[in-house]
């Protein structure tokens, strides 16, 4: 599900495949990370292997079904993973993780507390250390609406905007904002809130939609189709040329929350440099370093308040407009519920 700039293919150039690794012997001076694609700051990556005389092998993932799959079926050799919070907890139960050395990481300090009062799942940080907090937003191209708006989840709504409205197609996060909207919990799965919210949806949301979209929108935004779209800032802020940022885009989570994600970085179970790893995820947690971090995608600092005295770049939004967030958490098989109401959303009865 991950939203970062199509055009950054080529960023990451000391990716390796562990495939390999498994056959080379690195006398205990080589860390190997699992990550999403386009998620590693290289920068902070060659300075850590140089202050540590080791070496980083990267290998990445498109999506946490991909990640947990891979790690199910047997793949051996990494040490640092990095799930969202649905995945970290249930890696936690499933005890495919181990707990973090907290002697190891001093720079912890530096964290925002109010990370852990939404990580109900390892508020204490035994073993998932945040890594970024993110949420998707609402975004308005202003070159194409000149009237008062609504900034609130219920915008959808407006009969303005149809045929040139989108929503994600993401069953949980078009849910969460209708039930946030109904002034209910995100994570419910109680039936008559659902069927409350899937009615929002139906009647009021779905008949604005041009469609359910959770790839092409940013440029669909870009061309001028879209005036109205729900997803990640950084999709569209990536689709628009810079110059053109403060005239065409207005951007904002709205007052009342939404849905949020927190990646987490996680040791894993079998992992060949315990110690190690625990360095690496101290070192990330220094200011100057998770602000080169921020810099590279023009993220808001909502994880290492400090870092934001040492960005070079302006953030695409306030951190601050993530405070009313709540996380997504793992369902079980209540998400069931979710699937049926979605499916008669998206293709009818």
């Known amino acids: 599900m991950k939203k970062f700039f199509t055009s950054l293919s080529a960023a990451l150039v000391f990716t390796a495949l562990l495939g390999l690794a498994s056959c080379s012997k690195d006398n205990g001076k080589t860390l190997y990370i699992y990550n999403w694609t386009y998620y590693t700051p290289e920068d902070v990556v060659a300075q850590f292997e140089k202050d540590f005389g080791v070496k980083v092998k990267l290998d990445n993932y498109a999506s946490n079904e991909e990640m947990y799959s891979k790690l199910r079926a047997g793949a051996k050799g990494y040490d640092i993973v990095v799930p969202s919070q649905d995945y970290a ?9 181990r707990e973090l050395d907290q002697e190891k990481i001093p720079n912890r300090k530096y964290i925002n507390p109010a990370i852990f009062e939404k990580a109900t799942y390892d508020p204490e940080m035994k073993y998932a250390a ?6 998707a937003g609402i975004s308005v191209n202003k070159t194409k609406v ?3 708006y609504e900034k609130n989840w219920n915008i959808f709504a407006d009969p303005r905007f149809k045929d040139h409205a989108t929503m994600m197609d993401d069953m949980r996060e078009v849910f969460a ?4 909207t109904l002034k209910y919990d995100l994570n419910s799965v109680n039936d008559a809130e659902l069927d409350e ?7 009021s949301w779905n008949p604005n939609l041009v469609k359910f979209d959770a790839e092409g929108f940013g440029k669909s935004f870009a ?3 879209f005036w109205l779209c729900q997803g990640y800032a ?9 110059e053109k940022w403060a005239e065409t885009i207005d951007f904002f989570i709205p007052e009342e929350g939404g849905p949020c994600y927190l990646d987490s970085m996680m040791i894993l179970k079998d992992a060949p440099h315990y110690e190690l790893a625990n360095e690496f995820i101290n070192y990330i947690y220094n200011p100057e370093n998770y602000a080169k971090f921020l810099d590279f995608f023009n993220f808001p600092d909502y994880i290492v308040p400090e870092a934001e005295q040492y960005m070079t770049t302006t953030p695409l939004y306030e951190a601050s407009q993530m405070d009313n967030c709540e996380l997504k958490f793992d369902l079980g098989e209540d998400l069931d519920k979710y699937n049926e109401r979605w499916q008669k959303i998206r293709f009818g009865d």
């Open 223 to 225: 061309s001028g189709d």
């Open 146 to 148: 000149n009237w008062d």
């Open 197 to 203: 919210a899937a009615k929002l949806i139906t009647d």
């Open 234 to 242: 950084e999709v569209v802020y990536g689709e628009v040329p810079q």
């Open 177 to 180: 904002d209708a039930l946030v």
């Open 89 to 97: 907890s249930i890696m936690i139960e499933q005890g495919m993780v």
């Open 130 to 135: 945040p890594y970024y907090l993110g949420a």
